[in-house]
């Protein structure tokens, strides 16, 4: 099983990104977090035992960049994704961030989880 962190502070958005994994049939293991600081919790409670990493940029307290430096320097491994409604962040230069997806564009970011799933481990 594939566990993936979410950290996105819009709800709607996260039940969007549950409903497309369910309907993916992927077998993976779905954790929430509202803001960083409950992501970083999260991160810890599971000792960073997470294949990937699905934060949204624009969030309260720390933008998401800012966040998966941090996840990536405790665990190199994990699969940091970068989401935004704003597609000219796609430019956004980090050497942490392993994928850039649109918001709009959650299909996207379903077929790229079904094509990596497998090999993350």
């Known amino acids: 099983m594939t566990n993936i962190l979410l950290v996105e ?6 039940e969007l990104i549950r409903e497309h994994l369910v309907e993916s049939n992927l077998k993976v ?15 810890t409670k599971h000792k960073y035992n ?13 933008n ?7 996840a990536k320097s405790h665990n190199k ?15 956004k230069s980090s050497p942490n961030i392993d994928k850039f997806f649109v918001k709009s ?4 970011l379903i077929k ?6 497998l090999t993350a481990f």
């Open 9 to 14: 502070d819009n709800l709607g958005f996260r």
């Open 29 to 43: 293991r779905l954790i929430e977090a509202n803001n960083p600081i409950e992501g970083l919790q999260l991160l």
């Open 50 to 62: 997470f294949e990937f990493i699905i934060c949204d940029f624009f969030l309260p307290i720390q």
């Open 64 to 70: 998401g960049t800012d966040f998966l430096d941090i």
């Open 77 to 91: 491994s994990i699969k940091c994704l970068l989401i935004s409604a704003d597609e000219y962040l796609k430019n």
């Open 105 to 108: 564009d959650v299909e996207s």
């Open 112 to 117: 790229y989880l079904q094509s990596n799933c």
